[in-house]
């Protein structure tokens, strides 16, 4: 698609260089970004990604945190001990830390955080075990309680590391196949060096760039991208300069635990004598859970 712009054309790039005159030109793609459940290498095949069973841990902290809160002395007789004081005191404490986790999990979009900090009450759970177990009153139930630990223990690793699998980039092989491609060219009737100059600066990008909510430059060739999704969401992701070749190219795309893939390349040439220039750009999205048909 190409599209020559004339004097009287305006755009929403107000204050951009000069973009804000005749021979602006509003870029909206037609693939906005979304955010979904499923990031990463895992969500593209539409796989769970850990998000299932995050769901069922983060029920089940809230049903065991209200077990020790409400019924401290029944738990304390469930893993082998004769309640006391200090063994209420202890379920108690322990069942508001397992109430947190669940609220966490199922509150936060991305939990794998919180899940991980049940994988660390875990690890607090088994060494509190190992100490009862010495004074346990019926040592049967505090190995069956270490038992019961042990596999909830699992469940909270093999979460953890689907989330974290999930919240991977995945390579421009893959990402390539299931993305949406965005190609257009606009002419500017600007000079190649101002054009070019202009689109340097990431942070333009959302002057014209309808989707775009804002880009936040973070260190050399490194930029953070936010946009606009759908029903009021955004998703957001870290990308990389790849390619800057003055006054001709400029190519980025995603990188780290983005929300989603993204990359792209702009093209400069000259238009012809006092024609401005011929930008032409062609970007790739692949939006969580793949392909938008």
């Known amino acids: 698609m190409s599209t020559v712009l004339h004097p009287g054309t305006r755009g929403s790039a107000t204050g951009s260089q000069g973009w804000d005159e005749p021979g602006t030109h509003t ?3 037609p693939t906005p970004a979304v955010r979904g459940r499923t990031q990463g290498s895992e969500g593209w095949t539409g796989s769970d990604d850990g998000q299932g069973l995050a769901g069922f841990l983060g029920w089940f902290s809230i049903g065991l945190g209200l077990a020790q809160l409400t019924a401290p002395r029944g738990m304390s007789r469930a893993v082998g001990l004769r309640p006391t004081s200090r063994s209420v005191a202890v379920m108690r404490m322990a069942g508001l830390r397992e109430i947190g986790h669940g609220v966490g999990i199922l509150t936060h979009p991305r939990p794998k955080e919180w899940v ?6 875990d690890a607090m759970d088994l060494a509190m075990l190992g100490v009862t177990f010495v004074e346990a009153e019926r040592k049967d139930r505090t190995l069956l309680s270490t038992l019961a630990v042990l596999g909830i223990t699992v469940l909270d690793v093999l979460c953890y590391e689907q989330l974290t ?4 980039t995945p390579d421009g092989e893959t990402a390539g196949n299931l993305s949406v491609p965005v190609h257009k060219s606009i002419t500017v009737e600007r000079p190649v060096e101002e054009v070019y100059g202009f689109w340097r600066d990431f942070t333009n990008l959302p002057r014209f760039m309808g989707h775009l909510k804002s880009v936040r ?3 050399a060739g490194r930029s953070h991208w936010t946009a606009e999704g759908p029903a009021g969401t955004s998703a957001e992701w870290d990308a990389e ?3 800057d070749r003055p006054n001709e190219r400029i190519s980025w795309r995603s990188v780290g635990a983005s929300d989603l893939y993204h990359a792209g390349t702009v093209h ?3 238009a012809g004598t006092g024609r401005g220039t011929m930008v032409t750009v062609e970007m ?3 939006p969580p859970g793949g392909k938008i048909s």
């Open 217 to 219: 430059v973070t260190g």
């Open 284 to 286: 790739q999205y692949a």
């Open 27 to 29: 870029y909206t793609s």
């Open 165 to 168: 699998e999930s919240r991977r």
């Open 241 to 243: 300069t790849t390619e």
């Open 116 to 121: 991980g900090t049940r994988v660390a009450g």
């Open 268 to 270: 400069f040439r000259s």
